[in-house]
């Protein structure tokens, strides 16, 4: 039996769809399609009754207009459309996500550490993590198993998270989150805020050229200036 029938009256996830050849694109839009399926092997098409869950970190809409993904695949598949931001764009999940893979890894090594220290935990809600919620966790779990039992300091975090940060705005800037004036959350969203003003700006407010400029999708610039309050002209 393959995966659909498996799945068959159940939930089928298939993950990083955006990943899909071109081959398999075609079998995947057939079997939505018809809702059979053909064991490899076999001469009989049996019928199958699956709800699909995909997920991709790809932006398909751009991919559909570069002809690497299927259209009507994509309209098959994208019936009800959930959007998880990147950890960059949720940042007060930081400390949230801090303790629970502490908790997580401590039980797993047997090991304890005193938390993240505030200037440790300062650097880490400034930063822009590309590697999204995984680079967080494997970077939680390196520290329990390298660190000795204390709080986490800022020194023991990897050089290009503290580059990260120091390369945010101003010093006055930097001050008054560390003097505790205004939180990091809110100066890397004003700093946010400024850049991408200043982008549409550029591109006389036309968001598509704005994106491209800001090496983003016009969809993700969208959500952010929703998120960040920047109203279109």
């Known amino acids: 039996m393959g995966r659909f029938e ?12 955006g990943e899909v050849s071109a081959a398999m694109q075609v079998k995947l839009l057939r079997v939505l399609q018809e809702r059979k399926v ?6 009989a098409e049996r019928e199958v009754d699956v709800r699909i869950v995909a997920a991709t970190n790809r932006d398909l809409e751009t991919e559909v207009e570069k002809g690497t993904f299927r259209q009507d695949l994509f309209y098959r598949l994208n019936v009800i459309q959930l959007r998880l931001p990147p950890l960059r764009e949720r940042r007060e999940d930081i400390p949230l996500l801090v303790d629970h893979f502490i908790r997580k890894f401590s039980a797993e090594h047997g090991r304890q550490i005193g938390g993240i220290d505030p200037e440790a935990m300062s650097v880490l809600m400034g930063y822009h993590f590309p590697g999204n919620v995984r680079e ?19 020194e023991e ?4 998270m503290r580059q990260d940060v120091a390369s945010l705005p101003s010093s006055n800037v930097r001050s008054e989150v560390l003097l505790g004036i ?9 700093f946010e805020r400024e850049i991408i003003v200043e982008a549409l700006q550029q591109a006389e407010f036309n968001q598509t050229r704005a994106a491209e400029r800001l090496g983003t999708t016009r969809r993700i610039l ?8 920047i109203r279109e002209k």
């Open 6 to 17: 498996l799945a068959h009256r159940g939930t089928l996830f298939l993950d990083e769809i």
């Open 182 to 190: 205004r939180t990091l959350s809110d100066a890397v969203d004003d």
């Open 157 to 160: 975090l990897p050089a290009v």
């Open 38 to 43: 053909k064991p490899v092997g076999g001469v």
């Open 222 to 229: 969208k959500y952010r200036m929703d998120k960040l309050g």
């Open 136 to 154: 967080l966790e494997n970077l939680i779990e390196r520290l329990l198993v390298l660190s000795d039992f204390g709080p986490v300091r800022q």
